[in-house]
């Protein structure tokens, strides 16, 4: 039975040095190099999710209020899913990569390997606190490094259930899990790591990055922001509706790339405010309070902040808070102004602004006049309209017809750009992110064939070099 007292004590700032220091010493003696410790590794992190699914699914409730369901298909399920697909794609992600050679060095053999980095730290945040640990570990792990993980101290549960299973499955002389909040992740950022991966908010990434200039340490940046979601006159509004929805109100808004506000051009906005509404019913019922598909707010900070965005337009659907449960409505809001608070940063709640914009172009330029999203949803029928949105903005990702699922498409990378983040991860792309990439030129001495570059240059050289090079 995992122990998810909160009254635990959490890492000591004095533990830290010595945990990074056992871990590189690990890199160090090559333990994380062979694909069999890889291999065994990834095993037994899937071991770890399935036979420890009770106690996944209830720290998962303690924290989120998170239906069993949902933590199984975006947490669970999800990250069972990314170890698989490593384990079936690893050894050929890792054959080193044959390349030509240009005449003037022939013969001779080129390839590019890659060779992990050493030791990495990964910062995760509260909202999917299962997931955004371990899927970032395994692909540390898969690239053969040794590596910290700092869940958030704001899902204490996920926190403290880590912290004791980890290290029964893992290797405890590469993998370990620093408990804590601001004091312990600004101590370990005064390590140096090989690679740092964090994943929340655009704030603390520039405390990371800035922290990680002192060793030149790479970073990577999972960050989020306001993720459109453009509806066309024309679409079926209902399954739209329905996409909306579930994307939306999926872990009560808060994921990183759930559809932040909707651009409904033209006409659209009373129609599909209409279908919304119609939505919410179908899906979570008349009290969205007592379905047990429907999660909870963090914490009271945040339950705070989003009900202040409550103010920032006409509630056409949903509304309904109580405080003491945590608990806000699924809420679509109308006639928002886009200089009302609610429009001012990423909600990452269940509220659900409705903009009309008279054209696509219009549409377009709002987007590109604000931050580059994590995401941009496009609903329409219009293979131009796609088109458009695909060469005229610029975002993390684009998914045409359904929000938030991008990121269970394996092979598809995930990353934000400019705001929204920096670098990318999941599957082949977790593997780049924590290897470098080694190029290696083989060229054999049997043969002196570079006699032409040496000095000193006759004209006959000269003639064949610049005909060669
Ligand atoms: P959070 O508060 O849990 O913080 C994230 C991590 O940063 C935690 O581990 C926390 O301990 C650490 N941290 C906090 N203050 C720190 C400091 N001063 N120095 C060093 N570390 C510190 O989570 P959050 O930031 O509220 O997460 C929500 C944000 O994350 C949203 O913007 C969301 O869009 C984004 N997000 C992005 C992704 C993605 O994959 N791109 C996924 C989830 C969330």
Redesign the pocket.
């Known amino acids: 039975m995992v122990n998810t007292d909160s009254s635990q004590p959490l890492t000591l700032a004095t533990e830290i040095p010595p945990v990074v220091a056992r871990l590189r010493s690990t890199f160090d003696n090559g333990r994380t190099k062979p694909i069999s410790w890889r291999r065994a590794q990834l095993r037994a992190l899937r071991r770890m999710l399935t036979e420890e699914r009770p106690a996944w699914d209830k720290a998962l409730k303690d924290d989120l209020g998170k239906p069993s369901l949902e933590a199984h298909i975006t947490e669970i399920g999800y990250v069972v899913n990314e170890i698989d697909h490593m384990l079936k794609n690893l050894a050929s992600w890792l054959r080193p990569k044959r390349v030509g050679v240009p005449m003037a060095l022939a013969p001779a053999k080129a390839r590019w390997v890659r060779e992990p980095l050493g030791t990495v730290l990964i910062?995760?945040?509260?909202?999917?606190?299962l997931n955004?640990a371990l899927a970032p570990l395994a692909g540390a792990i898969a690239a053969g490094n040794s590596a910290v993980i700092?869940?958030?101290?704001?899902?204490p549960a996920i926190s403290s259930a880590l912290a004791e299973l980890v290290p029964r499955y893992l290797d405890t002389e590469a993998v370990a899990v620093v408990e804590?909040?601001?004091p312990?992740?600004?101590a370990?950022?005064e390590e140096r790591f090989d690679h740092i991966f964090?994943?929340?908010?655009?704030?603390?990434a520039r405390?990371?990055m800035a922290?990680a200039v002192k060793h030149l340490t790479p970073v990577t940046l999972?960050?989020?922001?306001k993720s459109p979601a453009v509806v066309e006159p024309g679409v079926d509004l209902t399954t739209t509706a329905r996409r909306l929805v579930w994307g939306k109100f999926t872990n009560a808004g808060?994921?990183?790339?759930a559809p932040d506000y909707v651009l409904a051009i033209g006409d659209t906005a009373r129609g599909l405010q209409r279908e919304l509404a119609r939505a919410i019913t179908e899906m979570f019922g008349s009290d969205p309070k007592t379905s047990p598909d429907y999660g909870r707010i963090v914490n009271e900070r945040h339950f705070d902040r989003l009900s202040a965005l409550l103010e920032s337009g006409e509630v056409v659907a949903g509304g309904r808070t109580d405080r003491g449960s945590l608990y806000m409505e699924p809420t679509v809001l109308g006639g928002v102004d886009p200089d009302s608070p609610v429009m001012a940063e990423?909600i990452?709640g269940p509220i659900l602004p409705v903009i009309t914009v008279p054209d696509l172009d219009a549409a377009i330029r709002f987007v590109n006049e604000r931050d580059k999203p994590?995401a941009l949803y496009g609903f329409t029928d219009s293979e131009a309209t796609k088109r458009r949105l695909t060469t005229e903005t610029s975002s993390?990702g684009l998914a045409f017809g359904l929000p938030i699922a991008h990121l269970a498409v394996p092979d598809l990378p995930?990353?934000?750009v400019g705001e929204?983040?920096m670098g990318a991860y999941h599957a082949e792309t977790s593997i780049d992110t924590f290897s470098h990439v080694k190029s290696v030129l083989d060229k054999s001495l049997a043969l002196d064939t570079m006699k032409p570059a040496y000095a000193p240059i006759t004209a006959f050289k000269e003639k064949l070099m610049r005909r060669m090079v």
Do not use: D, M, R
Not at 198 to 204: F, I, L, R, S
């Open positions: 910062i995760s945040p509260w909202n999917y606190p955004l700092k869940p958030s101290e704001l899902a804590g909040g601001v312990e992740s600004t370990l950022l964090y994943t929340g908010n655009a704030a603390v405390i990371v922290a999972e960050l989020g922001g808060q994921t990183c790339v990423e990452f994590l993390g995930f990353g934000g929204s983040g």
